[in-house]
């Protein structure tokens, strides 16, 4: 009977033992759950600090503010930006902007609607046509710009709005207390150094960014080189079309920007970009670009850029950057400074907008950004999120901008050679990659299938007329090339979010309805 009375009594002990351990856990996690949520925003700071007013954090402080949000962007220069990045809009783009309330940024600015890309190849051409398609609730066609007059109108658009505050100055650092981002140090245009605070700090400030380092581990590759130069007062004969032509031994385009400016622009090897100085550049331009390019409207309008803008001729990197999930309290990070991806395709403000769509509607039910935990919570979710439009855009750039380099490899050559085909094959082939390019099907297990498809189209040419130990190797190395160029993303995206057809069905139903849905 002892026994058992002492054996009641330990587990009695027990018992209360346990129940006093968690009444006290849980009033610590409620306690500090009480204290995040009372730490709000400092001396009626802004809810929200947005460093960068390019598309995305424009776009960003524009959507965050009609949500009642208080926004405070910090842009380190407002003059209208000179670059010739960000120049289309694809059509995926244009309903994104709808979907936030700003697709009027696209007019006043002379945007030429663009509606096909032409492409070219050792004298055969084809036009490919952006398809009418059911499931993409939006006109089929894009829009041709200069980024920098966009840039203002959405920058004027998000300044409008009397819940942001836009200011001119340059964010130094990430002002960061027991691994919390608070807010940033930054000096302003007058020269004065000023701490601003706010529960969330979002870093968009492009791909020369100095805070990404602050932030997440993302490291930028340079690929290649681009040169581009203007031709003023000039009209191409199909100014609805991005002209690509598959020049050696790497790719040129040539687009409407305005009315009357077309875009001329060509991407040079990282490790051998002739010189401006000794003139390099314009014998490059004129005897080795141009003869490939084809006679007539284009080639006219290439040269006559050459000789009239010798002093305008820019050059720019070509980055990739892999999208790397910030962990850190605090801060999230968006556009340029957060994912890049080869311009080839010229899809990286669609994916920027994308993004700030998911992230404004994961951001709406919170009732403040105070808890930090919430906050992060959601953010995670906002990485699986973009994945379909993201992993589609990123996939298709790597793999487009490797087809396109032209050597003396007969296995590249067959997979170059056997794009081109595919491309103009017409019917589903067709529509079904410039759906992808112009972001009106994100799904990457449909890219993947294309991509098979040219694949095996190359391998098919390879060994035609009949086989031979010679084309039989080198339609392996064709196989070998495309599991290499494939697999690499499969990694860097998640082999779930590429061949998993779920997650794109639930992007295309909550964030590709009409603009009038949302």
């Known amino acids: 009977m002892a026994t058992t009375y002492t054996w009641s009594w330990t587990l009695l002990a027990f018992i209360l033992t346990w129940m006093v351990f968690h009444l006290i856990k849980r009033k610590k996690v409620g306690t500090e759950e009480i204290e995040v949520e009372a730490e709000e925003t400092r001396d009626g700071e802004a809810d929200v600090i947005i460093v960068g007013a390019g598309v995305a954090g424009a776009a960003l402080a524009y959507a965050l503010a009609k949500d009642g949000r208080r926004v405070h962007v910090i842009e380190r220069d407002l003059k209208e930006p000179q670059r010739f990045m960000g120049e289309l809009m694809q059509p995926g783009g244009r309903l994104m902007l709808a979907q936030l309330g700003l697709e009027d940024c696209l007019e006043e600015i002379d945007a030429q609607e663009i509606k096909s890309l032409a492409i070219y190849k050792d004298g055969k051409n084809d036009t490919l046509y952006f398809p009418n398609n059911k499931k993409f609730p939006y006109e089929p066609a894009g829009r041709l710009l200069r980024n920098g007059r966009l840039v203002q109108r959405l920058r004027k658009k998000a300044a409008s709005h009397v819940n942001v505050q836009l200011e001119e100055g340059t964010v130094k650092s990430l002002i960061e207390e027991k691994g919390v981002v608070k807010g940033v140090i930054y000096k302003n245009s007058a020269g004065e150094n000023i701490t601003a605070f706010a529960p969330l700090t979002v870093v968009c400030d492009g791909c020369y960014s100095n805070l990404r380092r602050s932030a997440v581990d993302n490291k930028e590759e340079v690929l290649s080189y681009f040169v581009g130069y203007v031709t003023k007062n000039t009209r191409l004969e199909d100014p609805h079309s991005m002209h690509l032509i598959f020049s050696k031994p790497l790719p040129c385009v040539v687009y409407h920007i305005t009315s009357n400016e077309v875009r001329c622009a060509a991407e040079v090897p990282a490790d051998s970009i002739p010189s401006m100085a000794n003139g390099e550049m314009v014998n490059y331009l004129k005897n080795t670009l141009a003869p490939q390019i084809p006679d007539g409207n284009l080639r006219e309008t290439f040269l006559k ?51 700030v769509l998911i992230l404004r509607n994961l951001l709406r039910p919170l009732p403040s950004f105070s808890n930090a935990k919430k906050v992060l919570e959601l953010v995670k979710s906002f990485y699986i999120i973009r994945k379909p439009m993201s992993a589609t855009v990123n996939t298709l750039a790597h793999v487009f901008s490797e087809v396109l380099v032209a050597t003396t490899d007969e296995a590249r050559e067959g997979m170059r050679q056997s794009c081109f085909k595919y491309l103009s094959s017409g019917g589903f082939r067709t529509s079904g990659m410039m759906a992808i390019l112009g972001g009106m099907n994100p799904r990457p297990l449909t890219l993947v299938f294309h991509l098979v498809c040219i694949t095996l189209t190359a391998m098919g040419h390879l060994l035609s007329p009949f086989p031979s130990p010679r084309r039989f190797w080198h339609s392996l190395r064709v196989f070998a090339l495309a599991l290499k160029m494939l697999g690499k993303h499969l990694g860097d995206e998640g082999l779930k979010e590429m061949l998993i057809p779920i997650n794109a069905a639930s992007y295309r139903r909550n964030y590709m309805a009409t603009a009038s849905d949302c």
């Not at 803008?309 to 957060?338: N, R, W």
């Open 305 to 355: 850029g050459v000789e009239e803008g010798l002093l305008e001729i820019k050059t720019t990197a070509t980055k990739s950057m892999s999208a790397k999930p910030c962990d850190k309290k605090g801060v999230i990070v968006l556009g340029d400074a957060f994912n890049m991806r080869h311009p080839i395709i010229a899809s990286g403000m669609m994916v920027a907008l994308s993004d």
